[in-house]
């Protein structure tokens, strides 16, 4: 149908396609990678980066600040960047602001926290309502924390803890705070009956050990906590967030009052402020037996793309001191909740899983890097985007360890690379893959150029030029019964030239052309399992999950 525009770009790249000199860009493709386009905010850079699956560049936004750590494309199209201020000495200026970039560049909203005491870092999220979920890193004083129950023993100096804002945006740089959850409030120590917070660890699984001690950096500690990413589901009204230090990941319930989230009580789950559920070091809330399964994580996030993991939550498990080798695996697990959303402990008392559903790197292949930042996502196709952010490598990887696509971040401090050059200090502390189909494309045209590295050696890997996007809602594709168990019949609106099964390793395990608009597939020869089905209508792709 001619009203149908194209959803998603094709790539056209030699299977395997490797050269030996390549250092930057593009290093490898297949044509059986994620179609989508990688968005990166390099860390010591002023610019965004938008490149497509041949490793172009589509689209750029310049600042006036470096990268604070994360960036995200708004379903508007809106650039979301977290800035390095530059002038706030905590997290040696990582962060202070946070910028809003419309598709064309020009700033839409920047605001700042950024002094001695308080300071936007690592991490923010946009909410469904518009505001604005960000970390904040905020001092304690000694005295302060001292009262709060922190043994003098731990306490050389300030304390650096965490807290949640959700900021509503208001004209140029304004916002308002409307709703604040803080660390301190929910502290609790079993050193000292005689000072505040005094309680047995076992016995406040939603609280902070506020006496403990990263062995990183030792009883100087001033970076306590250490959060390095937020995420936000609206389903649920939670929050999740990443706590490096802690070798753990927290969740928290949004559903409080902020006066709420400053005590126990109140919200849906009743707990107020307390976290609802942790994961990752047991021993952090007293259960000493239990085996830890975080070593200095980041990008906790929950799975929403089409993908069997959905619902679930992955995070990026660096490995930092790991024991029997310090390298880093990609985790997903499934908390056990009862029907009315409470999450459930073993009878050990650790919150379950007792392990991850799945790990990814083992040390062997692929050997996966990097033991600060880093992330990574499941794409539409089940497959995992990886960003290895030390070594500004991005890649996409089969299940069953099959490396689709890699690139390395050609940008420095100093700008672009030229192909063949050493890439020391292109940092990416993470990337975002999109859809084609993302709204954020309705109404582009999304051409890529040349890539960003300087003299770059020609590949063989072209895109088809796209057309506009349109909104992804104008195609139908249905599948009936769904789920199957022999048969589906599949029906479409638009014209398409073939439809595909992709089973959960991003294999594709059915592949035929289509003559009509509605199609009967025999499939009760699969295995029991999650699949997804692809249209390629037009010069576009549709896909609906069968679960």
Not at 139 to 146: D, L, M, N, Y
Not at 211 to 216: G, M, R, S, Y
Not at 522 to 541: D, F, I, K
Request: aromatic content about 8%; proline content about 6%.
């Amino acid at each position: 149908m001619q009203r149908l525009l194209s959803l998603l770009m094709a790539v056209l790249c030699l299977p395997g396609m490797v050269y030996a000199q390549l250092t930057v860009g593009l290093i490898e493709a297949n044509p059986s990678s994620s179609p989508g386009y990688t968005l990166m905010a390099p860390l010591n850079s002023t610019n965004t980066y938008l490149i497509d699956q041949c490793g172009r560049l589509v689209h750029q936004w310049q600042s006036d600040h470096t990268s604070g750590a994360a960036a995200y494309l708004c379903p508007n199209g809106d650039l979301l960047r977290l800035l390095k201020m530059g002038n706030s000495p905590l997290l040696s200026g990582i962060g202070g602001g946070i910028e809003r970039r419309s598709w064309d560049g020009e700033l839409l909203w920047k605001y700042v926290i950024s002094d001695s005491n308080f300071a936007i870092h690592h991490d923010a999220v946009l909410m469904p309502n518009g505001n604005i979920l960000a970390l904040i890193a905020e001092r304690i004083p000694k005295a302060e924390a001292q009262q709060a129950g922190r043994d003098t023993a731990y306490l050389q100096g300030d304390l650096l803890v965490d807290a949640v804002y959700e900021i509503q945006p208001v004209g140029d740089t304004g916002g308002i705070i409307v709703w604040k959850w803080r660390l301190m409030d929910h502290v609790v120590q079993d050193i000292s009956p005689d000072r505040a917070n005094y309680a047995s660890l076992s016995s406040s699984p939603g609280k902070i050990n506020i006496n403990f001690v990263d062995p990183i950096q030792g009883i100087g500690m001033i970076d306590f906590s250490h959060a390095n990413s937020i995420d936000y589901n609206p389903e649920t009204d939670e929050i999740l967030i990443s706590a490096r230090n802690f070798n753990e990941i927290w969740i928290l319930d949004h559903s409080t009052t902020t006066q709420e989230a400053a005590t126990s009580t109140g919200g849906r789950h009743g707990k107020g402020g307390e976290l609802i559920f942790r994961w990752g070091n047991p021993a952090m809330y007293g259960i000493e037996n239990a085996e830890k399964q975080l070593f200095g994580q980041h990008n906790a996030r929950w799975i929403t793309q089409y993908s069997p993991m959905n619902g679930k939550i992955m995070v990026f498990n660096n490995g930092l001191g790991r024991q029997g080798g310090q390298y880093a695996t990609v985790n997903v697990l499934t908390p056990t909740m009862t029907k009315d959303g409470a999450y459930v402990r073993e009878e050990d008392g650790t919150y379950s899983p007792v392990a991850p559903d799945l790990t990814f790197g083992d040390g062997g292949t692929p050997s996966l890097q990097s033991v600060f930042m880093s992330g990574a996502s499941f794409t539409n196709n089940g497959t995992l985007r990886i960003t290895e952010a030390l070594l500004g490598r991005i890649s996409e990887y089969r299940l069953d360890n099959t490396l689709l696509w890699s690139y390395v971040n050609p940008v420095v401090a100093s700008g672009p690379l030229e192909q063949g050059a050493n890439p020391a200090g292109n940092i990416v502390f993470r990337s975002e893959l999109y859809s084609p189909n993302y709204p954020a494309f309705a109404g582009k045209t999304l051409v890529g150029t040349q890539p960003i590295e300087l003299n770059p050696v020609v590949n063989n890997c072209t895109v088809t030029n796209p057309t506009t996007v349109v909104d992804p809602g104008h195609i139908q594709v249905g599948a009936y019964p769904n789920p199957f168990t022999s048969e589906l019949e599949v029906t479409l609106d638009a014209e398409a030239s073939s439809i595909a099964v992709v089973n959960a390793l991003g294999e594709v395990v059915v592949h035929v052309p289509v003559d009509n608009s509605s199609m009967r597939l025999s499939l009760g020869w699969l295995p029991a399992g999650t699949y997804v089905l692809r249209a390629n209508c037009g010069q576009g792709l549709v896909v609906v999950k069968l679960p």
